[in-house]
T-cell receptor, first 113, second 112 residues
Framework: GAGVSQSPRYKVAKRGQDVALRCDPISGHVSLFWYQQALGQGPEFLTYFQNEAQLDKSGLPSDRFFAERPEGSVSTLKIQRTQQEDSAVYLC???????????FGDGTRLSIL | GENVEQHPSTLSVQEGDSAVIKCTYS??????FPWYKQELGKGPQLIID?????GEKKDQRIAVTLNKTAKHFSLHITETQPEDSAVYFCAASKGSARQLTFGSGTQLTVLP
């Protein structure tokens, strides 16, 4: 399909482990966003890229969270030394650019034991 | 920062009736207001959006209205069908390519 693809769909990790979540945006979309969605809540903004530049990381909850998009296409969200409160669905969205809507992937459900 | 409040949190309607979901926002600089539908285990799906230079927008059974003065916007679904059952989120931002601030969601159930 031509939508935003996220992998893995489910990830279980033990507290203290590092995890990496991948996002493949829609081809040609220059803007890419990461959101965190807790159970029963709306998504909350984490960080935003335009091409390979990370223009806004104000939503990252701590320095354990790190995102990159080195070639302006695929992005990886990394969480180091995971904690139980990191359990959530991590959503990626992409947009063609200015004044274009954001389209979401189906997310990665992260469970920290 | 922006704050978006959404109500009701749950809404049940009979098939064929209309459903209305309301949101208010706090930042007068916000100018883009999308609505997303989220089904269980799926990501949010954009169903309609409106920009601040427009007061109303319609797409078949779905319409959105915006009152900039009062800083609120609403989603209207007419002739509801069971497949409309899902969680609906409103959001606001200062442009569609900027971070979205979401409401807390409305669980809509359409009873056959």
């Amino acid at each position: 399909g031509a939508g935003v693809s996220q992998s893995p769909r489910y990830k279980v990790a033990k507290r203290g482990q590092d995890v990496a979540l991948r996002c493949d945006p829609i081809s040609g979309h220059v803007s890419l966003f990461w959101y965190q969605q807790a159970l029963g809540q709306g998504p909350e903004f984490l960080t935003y890229f335009q091409n390979e530049a990370q223009l806004d990381k104000s939503g990252l909850p701590s320095d354990r969270f790190f995102a990159e998009r080195p070639e302006g296409s695929v992005s990886t969200l990394k969480i180091q030394r995971t904690q139980q409160e990191d359990s959530a669905v991590y959503l990626c969205a992409s947009s063609r650019g200015q004044n274009q809507p954001q389209h979401f992937g189906d997310g990665t459900r992260l469970s920290i034991l | 920062g922006e704050n978006v409040e959404q109500h009701p949190s749950t809404l049940s309607v009979q098939e064929g009736d209309s459903a209305v979901i309301k949101c208010t926002y706090s930042d007068s600089a916000s100018n883009y207001f999308p609505w997303y539908k989220q089904e269980l285990g799926k990501g949010p799906q954009l169903i309609i959006d409106i920009r601040s230079n427009v007061g109303e927008k319609k797409d078949q059974r779905i319409a959105v209205t915006l009152n900039k003065t009062a800083k609120h916007f609403s989603l209207h679904i007419t002739e509801t069908q069971p497949e409309d059952s899902a969680v609906y989120f409103c959001a606001a931002s200062k442009g569609s390519a900027r971070q979205l601030t979401f409401g807390s969601g409305t669980q809509l159930t359409v009873l056959p």
